[in-house]
C-alpha cells in the first residue's frame, strides 16, 4: 500500500490534420516559446507537449530537484524516427547510423529531466494497454523509497501513421486518439493506493480501461463506471485523477486495464478520513 497526495492535473489533446497527418492542430499557442526548438531533429509532438505539461504547471521552479519523471507511452519517440526515415526515402538517400541512437537515446523522459534539472529516476514504460497502472506504480514506488518527494507521471501518444499502423495489429477496434497526461504525486496522506496485476481470459468485448467510483466495496450511489475503448491511456488515465479530486473521505476510486490476451492490472485508490492516523501496512 502507498500514501501519496495529488498536485496538477493537465490535458492537451491535439488533433491531426487533414491534409497531413503529422500536422498536429490544437497544440498550445506558446508551446515553441516554452519548449524552445532546439534539438528538434530528434525530438517529435510527443516529447514537446510532456515538456510543455511539466514547464507550465507551475510546479518546475527551473532549479535542481530530487523528482521522479516516469512516461507511460507506447509509441512515444516513433514519429520522430520515422520522419528521419521518410525523408531519407523521399530524397533517396541512406540514413547514418549515428542518427539512430541520437534519436532513441533522445527520449521524452530525458528530455524532462534535463530541462527540470531533474536528479530521480527517469524511465520510459511501455506496458501495451497497462501503462497507465504500471507507470503509477513505479511512480508511488519512488515516492515510497524516499528517493523522490515528487513524482512527474506523464501517460499518452502523438501517433504517427506507423504508430496507428502498428496499434491496430492488436486492437484493430480501438481509435488512436492523440493525447497527453501530467500528473504531480506528491509525498503525502492524502490518498493510499493498492495495486493488483494478473491475468485471465478476456471475455470478447471487454473495454481496455475502465474508472469506478465506490464506498468501500460498493458502487458509489447514483456512479456508472466510465468506460475507455481508445488505446491511448492518457483519457482514462485523465479522468481517474478526476475523480481522485472529488472523492470523500473512505471513498475508492479503480483504474482497470485490460490487454486483449487477458492481461489487466488494476489500482484502488482511497481517500483518507482527515483525521486518519493509520499507518503504511505491507
Not at 215 to 240: I, K, L, Q, S
Given at each position: ?23 498536429l492542430a490544437g ?119 524516499g528517493r523522490s ?134
Amino acid at each position: 500500500m502507498f500514501s501519496f497526495s495529488l498536485g496538477r492535473v493537465a490535458l492537451c489533446a491535439p488533433e491531426h490534420s487533414a491534409a497531413q497527418d503529422d500536422e498536429l492542430a490544437g497544440l498550445p499557442q506558446d508551446l515553441p516559446e516554452v519548449v524552445g526548438t532546439s534539438g528538434d531533429q530528434f525530438r517529435d509532438s510527443f516529447t514537446r507537449l510532456c515538456l510543455y505539461l511539466v514547464l507550465t504547471t507551475g510546479e518546475a521552479s527551473g532549479e535542481r530537484s530530487d523528482d521522479t519523471v516516469v512516461i507511460g507511452t507506447e509509441y512515444g519517440n516513433t514519429a520522430a524516427l520515422a520522419r528521419l526515415q521518410r525523408d531519407a526515402a523521399a530524397k533517396g538517400r541512406l540514413l547514418s547510423a549515428q542518427y539512430f541512437p541520437n534519436a532513441t537515446s533522445s527520449s521524452a523522459s530525458a528530455f524532462v529531466n534535463l530541462r527540470i534539472g531533474s536528479t530521480g529516476r527517469n524511465m520510459t514504460v511501455n506496458a501495451g494497454p497497462l501503462t497507465p497502472v504500471t507507470v503509477l506504480w513505479q511512480a508511488l514506488s519512488a515516492l515510497d523509497r524516499g528517493r523522490s518527494g515528487t513524482s512527474r507521471v506523464l501517460i499518452g501518444d502523438v501517433y504517427a501513421p506507423e504508430a496507428v499502423q502498428d496499434a491496430g495489429l492488436d486492437t484493430p477496434d480501438a481509435p488512436c486518439t492523440s493525447g497527453v497526461v501530467h500528473a504531480a504525486l506528491l509525498q503525502g496522506d492524502d490518498f493510499t493506493a493498492e495495486f493488483a496485476f494478473g491475468a485471465d481470459d478476456t471475455a470478447p468485448g471487454t473495454p481496455l480501461r475502465a474508472v469506478r467510483r465506490r464506498t468501500a466495496a460498493e458502487p458509489a450511489p447514483g456512479t456508472e463506471p466510465a468506460v475507455f475503448a481508445d488505446r491511448n491511456g492518457a483519457f482514462a488515465a485523465h479522468h481517474f485523477m478526476g475523480v481522485l479530486k472529488e472523492l470523500r473521505p473512505a471513498e475508492q476510486a479503480v483504474l482497470e486495464c485490460r490487454a486483449p490476451d487477458g492481461r489487466h492490472a488494476t489500482v484502488t485508490v482511497t481517500r483518507r478520513p482527515a483525521n486518519s492516523t493509520d499507518g503504511r501496512t505491507w
